[in-house]
T-cell receptor, first 117, second 115 residues
């Protein structure tokens, strides 16, 4: 079974530039998550999708961050304009909902490391 | 409100020694509990999880954890550390079953294994 795919693995940009990250979840996983992980910290949920609908985006800085999952499969996270404090690893994860129960087990991609100079 | 506390941001053990990583949770409902491991430059991988039933949970790579409701703890252990266990470990909790329950993460514990 293929895992969660993310690209690019590494990205270096200047502040005020824009960047986009792509994620393709495990086939059949309805729920997709974007997390931000700053060095030395735990993952922080940015946005959660159920199919192509947004479940939780309460911690997404909407003035600069946007995400979409138009066809309920792959997803794109965009930052525009980037700030120095956006330097982090952006992790995509997906989970499977069996019937009416989501056990909460997340499958993560390898992450996209962003450096903002 | 739900919370997860990992005691000790850095733990160092000798190869072959017992590994003990501490996690305490706070939840108003029976929680689901998870331990994830993150190797350098990689994403997180599930080590083990507790949902219901047996309170001693065995995971991959020889790790296990015990859910102790009276102590609100879910400590991770491994009898004998291996060099390959050096990684970041995260404890997480969610408020039981049901879709779209938020996963609450601890800050992580970095495990170093000395030869």
């Amino acid at each position: 079974e293929a895992g969660v795919a993310q690209s690019p693995r590494y990205k270096i940009i200047e502040k005020r530039q824009s960047v986009a990250f792509w994620c393709n979840p495990i086939s059949g996983h309805a729920t997709l998550y974007w997390y931000q992980q700053i060095l030395g910290q735990g993952p922080k949920l940015l946005i959660q999708f159920q199919n192509n609908g947004v479940v939780d985006d309460s911690q997404l800085p909407k003035d600069r961050f946007s995400a979409e999952r138009l066809k309920g499969v792959d997803s794109t996270l965009k930052i525009q304009p980037a700030k120095l404090e956006d330097s982090a690893v952006y992790l995509c994860a997906s989970s499977f909902v069996a019937g009416a129960v989501d056990t909460g087990e997340l499958f993560f991609g390898e992450g996209s490391r962003l450096t903002v100079l | 409100a739900q919370s997860v506390t990992q005691l000790g941001s850095h733990v160092s053990v000798s190869e072959g020694a017992l590994v003990l990583l501490r996690c305490n949770y706070s939840s108003s409902v029976p929680p689901y509990l998870f331990w994830y491991v993150q190797y350098p430059n990689q994403g997180l991988q599930l080590l083990l999880k507790y949902t219901t039933g047996a309170t001693l949970v065995k995971g991959i790579n020889g790790f296990e954890a015990e859910f102790k409701k009276s102590e609100t703890s879910f400590h991770l252990t491994k009898p004998s550390a291996h060099m390959s266990d050096a990684a970041e470990y995260f404890c997480a909790s969610r408020a039981g079953a049901g879709n779209n329950r938020k996963l609450i993460w601890g800050l992580g514990t970095s495990l170093a294994v000395n030869p």
